[in-house]
Structures are given as C-alpha cells and as structure tokens.
C-alpha cells in the first residue's frame, strides 16, 4: 500500500470503515451480498451507505435484477475515487499507528 | 476526547483486526467456480487456434469466443454479487501480466505456424493457451485469495 496516511474521522466508524474496506478490493458490490458478507441489517447497511455517498465517498447504481422476476431492481454499491483515496489513506494511518511502540494517545490538536 | 481515543495503537490495532474476518469472506465469496478457469481456458485455446481456421472464420471464431468470455465474466458476477475487476496485491497483478503476455506470445506463435503451414505448432501454441489458463488460472486466484485476506 503505497498511499498517503491520512486519518480520517469521517470513515473511522465501525461499520463505515467495514464497508469502505469490503469495496476497496472490488469494483462494485450488490447491496445484498455487503450485508451479508459484513452481517449488517439492511437498514443499518442502507443508513451507513446513505452517510457514505453523502460524504462523497460511495456511490450506488440500480440495475435490474437477472436473478428476481418481479420488476424490483438490486443495487449495486462502489467506492469513488475520492472514497477510494479515503480508506487507502486512512488504513495506511491505522497500519502507521498500530505499528508505533506503546498505547498512548498521540499528539492531536487540542 | 474521541480522535485521541481512536489515534491509539491499540484503537488502531483493534479496527485493523475487525476488517479481518470481512475480507476472508470476501476471498471465500469471490472464489472462482470450478467450471470458470477451465471453460476460460477452452475459449483462450479457441482464439489462439483460429487462425487455423482460414478466411472469414478466423474472425467468427474469436469474436464467438469474446462474446462467450463476456459472457462467463457476467455470469460470475451475477452468482457472486461482486464485480472484481481489479487485483489486490502485486503478487497477483504478476500472474496476471504474465499469463497475457503468454497467451498473446502463443496468439502470435499460432499466426506465424500457420503462415508458414506448420499446423502442429499452432496447435501446441493452443495447447500452451489453454495449460496458461487452466491450471495457470488457479495460481492467479491463489494469490488473489491470499493478496485479499491480507489486505494489501
């Protein structure tokens, strides 16, 4: 991983990174499979997404279903690049800050 | 105050840890069916051999065989919910890169047997084609695997 560590707040949240973290790996993934794969609700899945593209992070595309014969759609969920630059970013900073010595709080801001 | 909280290492190491258990069963979801790599590897030897086929059919051949790649890539990712277009690790972007240079070296060998009416080294290089791919494939999704569940 040769990105720029960069924490970021906005995607450290447990769910938010899960998800951002399952896509960084794949082109898109149907909304189905995410919920099932992190053993999210689809509701608790549905809010995070809807965070996530609000931030610019993900976005999400509706394609018919081959699999269903009513008329609903599946939809599909992806990282965008700016989400994509976020987590490589902010895992690079996790991987940075697990890999420092002890377990203090480092310097911040306030 | 939550930042400093979360900027621990311990914080860190704990949220590395929980995306752990998500990406093997991402490996485990984006494993390739059995009939993938094989079915793969018929219609890569297919595109290598055409030009055996002379004429106008060398062109029906391997726009037949795009289609039916197009069509095994859609069905997979219709089975698996996942479109996974890109590698996860050099190890894998290796394999990758190797087995297209191998595939259109043979795609080149094939034209130049057939220029030169050598059907049986056409017929080898569709044979390499095909051997690239399958077992070749299941190296690649080795290391996909592996690249993945570590998260690099």
């Known amino acids: ?110 | 105050m939550e930042s400093n909280d979360a900027q621990t290492p311990a914080a860190a190491h704990d949220a590395l840890r929980g995306l752990e258990g998500d990406r093997v069963q991402l490996a485990l979801r984006t494993r390739s069916p059995r009939w993938y790599y094989p079915v793969l590897a018929l219609v890569t030897a297919a595109i290598t051999l055409a030009p055996l086929a002379g004429g106008v059919w060398v062109f029906v051949l391997i726009a037949v065989a795009c289609f039916v790649i197009v069509a095994i890539e859609r069905a997979f990712v219709v089975a698996t919910g996942i479109s996974t277009n890109r590698v996860p690790g050099p190890r894998s972007l290796m394999v990758l890169v190797v087995m297209g240079v191998v595939v259109l070296a043979m795609l080149l060998a094939a034209v130049i047997a057939t220029n030169l009416d050598q059907a049986v080294w056409a017929v080898a290089a569709g044979a390499v084609s095909f051997l690239t791919m399958f077992p070749g494939g299941l190296v690649y999704d080795h290391f996909y695997g592996q690249e993945l569940r570590r998260g690099l």
Not at chain 1, 75 to 103: C, E, N, V, W, Y
């Open chain 1, 1 to 110: 991983m040769a990105s720029r560590a960069r924490f970021d707040e906005s995607i450290h949240a447990p769910t938010r990174l899960r998800l951002c973290a399952l896509l960084r790996p794949v082109d898109h993934i149907d909304f189905s499979v995410a919920a099932t794969t992190l053993g999210l609700s689809d509701a608790n899945l549905s809010k995070t997404v809807r965070a996530l593209v609000e931030l610019g992070y993900i976005s999400t595309t509706k394609e018919a279903s081959t699999t269903r014969r009513d008329a609903r759609r599946t939809t599909q969920i992806a990282l965008t690049p700016t989400g994509r630059a976020a987590i490589d970013g902010h895992l690079a900073a996790l991987q940075d800050l697990a890999s420092m010595k002890g377990s203090g709080p480092t310097p911040t801001d306030d």
